[in-house]
């Protein structure tokens, strides 16, 4: 699962609000929502908030493996 956690903890360093990506940058309220809530986005999404917040994607986003249960055996 890809979680967007560092997201928020690199706006609040860059003083980056939400309210100032909707006026300022036109970052729709829907894309924000699904970030909030770990739902996929496009690349063209991530690249914009990496450009926004002058940042690598490795301060917005990562990657953490989903728990998958072991194939059963017969």
């Known amino acids: 699962m890809i979680k967007f956690d560092k997201l928020w903890e690199t706006m609040k360093k860059k003083k980056i609000t939400t309210y100032r990506l909707r006026e300022t940058y036109g970052i729709d309220n ?31 986003a990562e990657y953490v493996p989903d728990e998958i249960a072991p194939p059963e055996e017969n």
């Open 30 to 60: 829907e894309i924000i929502r699904r970030m909030k809530a770990n739902k996929s986005t496009t690349t063209k999404t991530l690249n914009r908030f990496c450009a926004i917040l002058n940042c690598s994607l490795e301060e917005i």
